[in-house]
């Protein structure tokens, strides 16, 4: 059975701290995403990395950074967290476009991190 | 021309009617037109695509309508059921990274 995990369902956190948000996947795709969900907003890429090390920047990257060190594990930084950041994080990995299945643009999502910045 | 506008925002169905979500895009580059739902405290998950080549798929109660030149498709729900209650997304690309839209959330009453 195909997983992305979220290293936490719900977090807390305030107002300038360092926040880490982890990823995980066994799926051994090549693509993860971090998108943040809102009401009214649907799902908006904050960045996207297609393979170790490399990132690249989706819609909505002010005031995140990303990390991607392993191929299954890809972490999302808010530097100092604002108000503004209280959202839902949605993780998801897929296979790279290329491949000869109609299914390559499948993405498999995690289940969120619902977090406040109070 | 990136976006990806979705309609309606909410949308309430009695048991055994017809759902109907529609959205639209701008870029005729896209070749890949997926929906993906998501039930409460999960993450969202595909549940039927199409490509531009087609004009409709059917996967049991759930059809995906195509029309290119108005560059608009919908995803029909027959016979809804309350275990439907969700939110759907339609989303576009012809890259690696999904357009979205903005969601819909469907509740289906008994």
Redesign the interface.
């Known amino acids: 059975d195909v997983k992305?995990t979220q290293s936490s369902r719900y977090l807390v956190k305030r107002t300038g701290e360092k926040v880490f948000l982890e990823c995980v996947q066994d799926m051994d795709h090549e693509?993860m995403?971090w998108y943040r969900q809102d009401p009214?907003?649907?799902?908006?890429?904050i960045y996207?990395s297609?393979d170790v090390k490399m990132k690249e920047k989706?819609d909505i990257p002010e005031g995140y950074s990303v990390s991607r060190e392993k191929k299954e594990r890809f972490s999302l930084i808010l530097e100092s967290a604002s108000t503004n950041q209280t959202s839902m994080y949605?993780c998801?990995s897929?296979l790279?476009?290329g491949s000869a299945s109609?299914t390559v643009?499948?993405?498999?999502?995690?289940?969120?991190t619902r977090l406040t910045v109070t | 021309q990136q976006q990806v506008k979705q309609s309606p925002q909410s949308l309430i169905v009695q048991k055994g009617g017809i759902s109907i979500i529609n959205c639209a895009y701008e870029n005729t580059a896209f070749d890949y037109f997926p929906w993906y739902q998501q039930f409460p405290g999960k993450g969202p998950a595909l549940l039927i695509a199409i490509r531009p080549d087609v004009s409709e798929k059917k996967e049991g109660r759930f059809t995906i309508s195509f029309n290119k030149s108005a560059k608009q498709f919908s995803l029909h729900i027959m016979d809804s059921q309350p275990g439907d209650s969700a939110t759907y997304f339609c989303a576009a690309t012809n890259t690696d990274k999904l357009i979205f839209g903005t969601g819909t959330r469907l509740q289906v009453f008994p």
Do not use: I
Not at chain 1, 40 to 45: K, M, N, P, Y
């Open positions: 992305v693509n995403f009214g907003l649907g799902l908006r890429l996207f297609y989706g949605l998801a897929s790279a476009a109609f643009y499948e993405q498999y999502f995690g289940p969120g």
